[in-house]
């Protein structure tokens, strides 16, 4: 994952051999990097978003999902959000909450507007695993899962409101 984040670009790294850390690499210029977040035995960062003011991640724990968050870009905080979860997937803003799509069963989509008091917004038990991308278009919040390869898009990201926007397409 890359993102933006007061005038500098972050990097999200993937490490799944050795020492199976997950680190977030910070440049001014895109060309000179810093790492400023080490997760060990994270494996993976794989979500980057901006919300109010601050830089959010997730790594893949694989075991309990958590959220990072950072307004410098250097000091981070974590354990924000910890449901049952393997890995923070996919993480966005959407009208005034920081979302955040969960590796786990029965796809779970959860909320914040603080980034600190989490709410499960959607799950969709027939996908099974995975909500993989999120994105906003057209005024609404879409939610792309893994298994199935199935769609869902919501008009306020509220739970209950959400409906089926392209079905099975893997």
Aim: with cysteine; aromatic share 14%; net charge positive.
């Amino acid at each position: 994952a890359l993102m933006v984040f007061n005038g500098k670009l972050y990097a999200a790294n993937t490490n799944f051999s050795g020492s199976r850390n997950a680190t977030i690499y910070q440049s001014s210029d895109g060309s000179s990097w810093t790492q400023v977040l080490s997760q060990t035995n994270g494996g993976c960062f794989t979500a980057l978003s901006v919300f109010n003011g601050r830089l959010y991640t997730g790594p893949c724990n694989w075991g309990n999902a958590t959220v990072f968050a950072t307004a410098d870009g250097v000091n981070w905080t974590n354990n924000l959000f910890t449901p049952f979860g393997f890995a923070v997937n996919t993480m966005t803003a959407f009208k005034g909450k920081i979302y955040a799509g969960l590796y786990a069963n029965g796809t779970p989509l959860y909320s914040s507007p603080d980034g600190s008091q989490w709410t499960n917004v959607f799950s969709a038990s027939s996908d099974r695993n995975s909500i993989t991308n999120l994105a906003v278009f057209n005024g609404k919040l879409y939610a792309g899962t893994a298994v199935n390869g199935t769609i869902y898009s919501s008009s306020d990201g509220a739970g209950g409101n959400w409906q089926l926007s392209l079905s099975n397409t893997g």
